[in-house]
């Protein structure tokens, strides 16, 4: 897609939750729920400007950030060969805000939205989305597996991502299937399945740089 492509389709997103707000707004109630309990009761409340304004101004931040970084980082050279990539983690990331904002507007308008459970599954489909696309990234300090491992090898780089990516899609599917089943227990699948992904993430990436490294020694600059 490229910076420019990527940039524009980010406004466009960003410009979706902008007058998604804006379409709400006049209608909001003055005490405008923005965080809600497991269970999808309200627990903090905030201004209705603040409440339209917010999410759209942190995608927009988020957006800049995500542009910014790209230039800084000591391997661009290596996540501008893998720019598509970086493109499809940057908008599932806006794409799934939109979602969040589009149901906290809804629930606060009084339409009869299970808040949480939807947020869960899609959260299952960010993780399902962002496992796709990493398989496909090499090594970078801004995005991917990053561990002391994988950024000091090429090789444990790309195997980690390879059996990551397969996790992290596992992980999206099992909360996805286990919100719908038993949405009581929802953000325990949320949190469960990636702190899982974490823990094998970094246990497969040492063990395989420990068995490439017996010494210690990186072949990688």
């Given at each position: ?159 980690t991502h390879a059996v990551g990516s397969i996790a992290l899609v596992l992980a999206g ?49």
């Open positions: 897609m490229g910076t420019k492509r990527r940039l524009a389709a980010g406004i466009v997103l960003v410009g979706v939750a902008a007058a998604a707000s804006a379409f709400a707004l006049p209608d909001l109630p003055e005490r405008t729920a923005i965080h809600f309990g497991p269970g999808g009761t309200p627990d903090s409340y905030t201004s209705p400007l603040f409440a339209a304004a917010f999410v759209p101004a942190l995608m927009l931040a988020l957006l800049g950030l995500f542009e910014g970084v790209v230039r800084v980082d000591p391997l661009r050279e290596n996540l501008r060969e893998s720019e598509g990539v970086y493109d499809a983690l940057v908008l599932a990331t806006l794409a799934f805000l939109v979602v969040v904002h589009a149901l906290v507007l809804a629930y606060n308008l009084g339409y009869d939205v299970p808040i949480t459970d939807a947020a869960f599954v899609a959260v299952g489909v960010l993780y399902v989305a962002l496992g796709a696309a990493m398989r496909r990234v090499d090594r970078n300090w801004i995005v991917g597996f990053r561990t002391p491992w994988t950024l000091s090898d090429d090789v444990v780089w790309e195997r599917v099992v909360t996805v299937a286990g919100t719908l089943a038993l949405p009581a227990y929802g953000v325990w699948f949320v949190v469960g399945t990636i702190l899982a992904v974490v823990v094998f993430t970094y246990a497969h990436s040492y063990v395989l740089y420990r068995r490439r490294h017996p010494d210690g020694e990186s072949t990688t600059p």
